[in-house]
């Protein structure tokens, strides 16, 4: 990982890291350095159980994605928040856990598409502000204009089975309701 961005800390929620396409670039996104990512074991416990919960032949892969995520990110794992859980109060009791690693973390964001679980009154006192996946991303993006077209390029150069064209991509991350995301990367298609 490249450290351009040290400052960035931010905890992924399990709805983010669930589809394929915004838990990779998301990914893609840390691995380059443009942010730090963070999570818990509660958080990917979450995540898998939903997953193979609809998909159980993915089991093999879910499992062998989650150890992967580990050695490229060893410092994701949050620890020592449980303490905090009781003492915090959202809409959905469920998600305490998420903004108590937050919290433990120092993180600026929390990613998450259940913005309105989090509101920003509460979030406020902590020095934290829930955001879409696509929102960190545009966001990301318009910072690292060069960094996050280069970590994108190498995302779909990646892909092999089968390939993608730029046009794809772009299309594909469109789908993946990454449209703002998508428009910046539609905008720098030739170095895509």
């Known amino acids: ?6 400052r960035f800390v931010v905890v992924l929620d399990a709805n983010v890291l669930y589809p394929f396409r915004v838990r ?3 990914l893609r996104f840390a691995e380059a350095g443009l942010y730090r990512a963070r999570w818990s074991a509660q958080i990917l416990d979450e995540w898998t ?8 032949q993915l ?3 879910v499992h062998a994605q989650v150890a992967a995520m580990a050695r490229a990110f060893p410092e994701a794992i949050i620890e020592g928040h449980d303490s905090l859980v009781p003492s915090l109060e ?5 998600d305490r856990h ?3 690693a937050a919290i433990q973390a120092g993180a600026q964001h929390i990613i998450t598409e259940n913005v309105k679980d989090f509101p920003l009154a509460i979030l406020k006192e902590y020095d934290t502000e ?4 696509d929102q960190f991303l545009a966001s990301t993006f318009e910072l690292y204009p060069s960094h996050a077209v280069a970590a994108l390029r190498k995302m779909r150069l990646d892909y092999e089975s089968p390939r993608m064209t730029a046009s794809e991509l772009i299309l594909d991350l469109m789908r993946a309701g990454l449209g703002n995301t998508a428009a910046m990367a539609k905008a720098e ?3 895509l």
């Open 1 to 6: 990982m490249s450290n351009v961005a040290d």
């Open 59 to 61: 089991e093999k892969s």
């Open 24 to 26: 990779d670039v998301l």
């Open 189 to 191: 298609i030739e170095s």
């Open 98 to 100: 998420v903004l108590a």
């Open 90 to 94: 959202l809409p959905d009791e469920g």
């Open 130 to 133: 829930a955001v879409t996946a």
């Open 49 to 56: 159980r939903s997953l193979l919960r609809n998909k159980p």
